[in-house]
């Protein structure tokens, strides 16, 4: 087992030449627990760490009986296999009984059918309010109306939405089929993002366990909602800028004089002039966040958390390169780069998803607002300037801002912000109380049954993330762990713009989307219970122990919530038995 609280990486950030004194408040943060970078060794190593347990354990392969060989080979394909049987774990969840319950479920009434349009006529329509019990009657074989409808949110996630209805069918499985795919493939990318941030593959694969386990994420990857496929895009732009991290600090690395032991040293000219070249993975990640926002508008804040991040990276990889104003430097080198390479690129990315809309007719007969520049605004101070399209966007969008901040109406379900943390308020999906011997209800239940989908976080995973996001904060603050501060960042990002916000209806279900942090804050709570490498081995087995029970705990937690995660039958005193709290009926 590895532990990322002794990974070489921890403080790899912090740099200071060697014999530099201790600041004052160096000194009095040391007894919370903070602990400066040391200088010596090999820069590059700083730069880009090694993995922990690149190199196989003797004792404990010896101890398997795996001759040494084969253990590298093992230890060479686990960064790959443990992430694809995890997320074929999470896939086999996901998709079983996926069309269950064969129904419009919650939002679904809005979402699957503005799918099934929008594929088709690049825009969204008005259905008969009657229609639901059409499409499932009929297997979805219903004529698609023309009279355009107002919706409030982009059209990203309903593309990739019809998608899967165009495979499949304009049915339930067919409507939540790339739902279940873009949960499935999180889960992968998650393991691989754990694996690279903690510099641990089991620690990756634990995170990316941890949330093929989670209640939340595993009801949204099985219902058409939006924020699910809003989560699969903002944790892909947090992968890409991870991999870009590396690959530019390993060009910084490359660049570095090396002394007569063969060792890098910080060198104050290569760090302030060496260009990082080339960033792929950080112009894809301008794409990603364009389809995030694209898909939600509050995939902007995490444009901008991401944008704020990637930079800091910047000046964090010239400052351990031994640059003396490493901001500054990071301004004149890397900022405007980065700007360019993702604002640009997500606002065309988001501009360029509207294109179905863009080309529908503007005499009244394509999207709504469509012909608003032709007829409304036609004598706009801007008409010279900006196409007829630009300008009904533009209005649009006007429209459902007002619509978003305003948006005031009760809801049964609506929850504020500070209950999220501790799932104060799940949402109920579905629910029906069918009698005994009907809808899956055993004969012997001795009345109704209740029947439900209830998007729940795992509780045990949710409130040992309450602790595990204390430690993060902590270890980011005193200790200057850069990988603590991007897993708060992913959070705050997700988590903190909905206090603004708290007067307006929302749904504790919106928290999908800072899901894959949690389970990494969890990840790295567990690392620093398992306890560094060369702990004794009393440490390493009472740290075992406790991570165990924990990891054991959260598993049997979503064992024992399956039936209302899945929408079974099952009897209703069994269904009370599963409402801890009063606030989840």
Known sequence: MTSTASSTDTRQDQSSPEGRAESSWQQRLRRFGYA???????????????YAGAEPSPRMWAALGVAHPLAVRINRWAGWAGPLLVALFAGVLRFWHLGSPKDVIFDETYYAKDAWAIVHRGYEVNWDKEVNDLILNSGGNVPIPTDAAYVVHPPVGKYVIGLGELMFGFDPFGWRFMTALLGTLSVLMLCRIGRRLLRSTFL??????????DGLHFVMSRTALLDGVLMFFVLAAFGCLLVDRDRAR????????????????????????????WRPWRLAAGVMLGLAFGTKWNGLYFLAAFGVLTVLWDAGARRVAGAPHPYLTMLKRDAGWAFLSTVPVAIATYVASWTGWILSPDDGKGGYYRNWA?????????????????????????????????????????S?????????????????????????????????CAREV????TPMLWWAACFALLYVLWRWFFRRDWRAGAIACGIVAGYLPWFFYQERTIFFFYAVVFVPFLCLAVAMLIGALLGPPRSDDGRRVAGATGAGVLVLLIAWNFIYFWPIHTGQSIPIDDWRSRMWLDTWV
């Open 204 to 213: 990756g694969c634990l995170a990316g366990a941890l949330m093929a386990v």
């Open 374 to 414: 032709a007829t409304d605004g036609k004598d706009s101070a801007w008409s010279w300037l900006f196409p007829d399209w630009w300008r009904s966007l533009w209005h649009y969008e006007n429209q459902v801002y007002d619509f978003h901040v305003g948006l005031h109406s009760p809801h049964t379900y609506e």
């Open 36 to 50: 400066p970078a040391d200088p010596r060794g090999d820069v590059r190593d700083r730069l880009v760490p090694p």
């Open 416 to 448: 504020n912000p500070w209950t999220w943390i501790v799932t104060g308020r799940p949402v109920s999906f579905f629910y029906e109380d069918p009698d005994s011997g009907v809808a899956g209800c055993p004969v012997d239940a001795g009345g109704k």
């Open 250 to 277: 390993a060009r910084l690395a490359a660049a570095l004089p090396v002394d007569e032991d063969g060792r890098a040293r910080p060198d104050a000219y290569t760090a302030e002039h060496t260009r990082l070249g």
């Open 454 to 457: 209830l998007a729940l976080g």
